[in-house]
């Protein structure tokens, strides 16, 4: 009899070490008590796909907290939760990243929310079930890797409260880069890891990436971090409901990863708001008020004035330009990625013609001492690139407005000045159109009157 309760305990306890969970944690010491753990089932292990559970859990006083799987934002698969309306649940938004711009909803995504997940006292929890982890349209996941590559971010805030699954976000604070031992994190067959699970060991622990393996990129979340995140409409975010939190925050990462990425986020955004200046202040300012100045100006050096004055802003739009390709290169973006690096590229090839067709006609009005074909097209050429310009202005905003959220004063100044300079270059030209045609006009009527004139006197008065 004793030696069948034996048995029985032996069986029992094994059986509840093969169904125990392993967990692999990692908190990044900067983010201020978020914490992110994974589990990989012994089933999805041993087949290398299949189910995998993640948890994502910290302060509910953040606007939202991401996960993703990946190296940097371009391929990554994301994963934002943020509050419900009610406050008490969260929301679980998964996405496709495609470099540092807005990620794209993953309607393919196949997550859960698990008992455990919501809101409480203070915390915010996902118990995450994934069935759509171990291979996403753009990469996959090494179930058996020893550093396998995440990459995380937060936004402080106050709290979204949203059951919009692509409710629109703002630039994340803080990101990083981390790698997951999955060896460590696999074990077990449960439905839910996170529930009454015990504390991971430290050595199964997830680890900060070094500064100088992400400062080439300026970090997985780079400078873009806002943008909306959406979800799969399947999961609604009262699948959670408050509960106690899965495991406990594992072992700090370095901090050396979180600043580098700090700092390089920082001379990102310098570097796209120096584009923005130099691109606005060429197009909007210099060349408008070059062309006005030839119009409303008469002395013999006025020509080769309004030449030096034009490449001078053509030498400001080409710095602009090289400080845009430089940020779209070092975010790991296409050119082909947005409109607006089209059409900037697009302009900035038209204004390099300029030059010369501004030669062409200077010389041909020098030869002929009138207008010829060349002085129209240069003229035309010319106000075709403001027009441009200034649309291709209004798209930056707009993705610029995607990228960190607000930009309402900038798109405020733009407006405003865009409208002052064009009311006044429209202005002088139709002054100038009015002028010419009540001088043609006069010229006219001079010409009728000595016709006439000539006409009323009686043949033989001039002897």
């Known amino acids: ?75 990554a698969n994301i994963f934002v939760v943020y509050s419900s309306a009610s406050g008490t649940n969260v929301t679980l938004s998964p996405r496709l990243g495609s470099g540092h711009v807005e990620p794209t909803f993953n309607g393919n995504a196949q997550v859960t929310l698990l008992e455990g997940s919501g809101i409480s006292g203070g915390q915010m929890v996902a118990n995450v079930k994934c069935s759509s982890c171990s ?98 409409g399947n999961n609604n975010p009262n699948s959670g409901n408050s509960g106690s939190n899965g495991n406990s925050d594992g072992s700090s990462g370095s901090s050396g990863s979180s600043a580098a990425l700090s700092k390089t986020t920082q001379k990102l955004q310098s570097i796209r708001t120096a584009h923005c200046v130099l691109m606005s202040l060429t197009f909007l300012v210099l060349l408008p008020i070059g062309a006005i100045l030839m119009r409303v100006l008469s002395f013999p050096s006025l020509v080769y004035i309004h030449a030096i004055a034009q490449l001078f802003s053509l030498t400001l739009a080409l710095a602009g330009f090289a400080l845009g390709v430089w940020y779209v290169r070092n975010t790991g ?98 002054f100038f159109a009015w002028r010419k045609s009540r001088t043609e006009e006069e010229k006219y009527e001079r010409r009728t009157e000595r016709r006439l004139g000539s006409m009323s006197r009686p043949a033989g008065s001039g002897m």
């Open 1 to 75: 009899m004793k030696s069948l309760r034996l048995s029985a305990v032996l069986s029992l306890a094994a059986a509840s070490s093969l169904t125990r969970a392993q967990l692999s944690s990692y908190c990044p010491s900067s983010s201020n008590g978020i914490c992110y753990a994974v589990n990989v089932p012994s089933s999805t292990s041993s087949s290398g796909s299949g189910d995998i559970f993640f948890q994502i859990k910290g302060p509910s006083n953040v606007q939202w907290i991401a996960l993703g799987e990946g190296s940097g934002m371009s391929g």
């Open 135 to 232: 291979s996403w349209n753009g990469g996959r996941l090494d179930v058996s890797s020893s550093s396998s590559s995440w990459i995380w971010a937060v936004k402080s805030g106050s709290a979204i409260k949203s059951d919009n699954n692509k409710v629109k976000i703002s630039q994340h604070d803080n990101s990083g880069t981390f790698s997951f031992d999955l060896t460590k994190a696999t074990g077990g067959n449960s439905d839910n890891p996170f529930v009454g699970s015990s504390t991971p060991d430290p050595s199964a622990t997830g680890s900060a990436a070094s500064p100088s393996s992400t400062s080439g990129r300026w970090g997985p979340f780079g400078g873009w971090g806002g943008g909306p995140f959406g979800g799969n």
């Open 333 to 430: 973006q296409p050119f082909s990625s947005q409109p607006h690096y089209i059409f900037g590229t697009t302009i900035i090839g038209m204004l390099l013609l300029q030059p010369f067709f501004g030669f062409a006609h200077h010389a041909m009005f020098r030869q002929y001492g009138r207008k010829t074909f060349m002085t129209h097209i240069h003229v035309w050429w010319g106000r075709l690139i403001l027009l441009l310009a200034v649309a291709n202005g209004a798209l930056g905003l707009k993705l610029g407005k995607s990228i960190r959220g607000g930009m309402e004063a900038a798109t405020i100044t733009y407006s405003v000045i865009a409208a002052v300079i064009g009311t006044l270059y429209i202005s002088v030209l139709l």
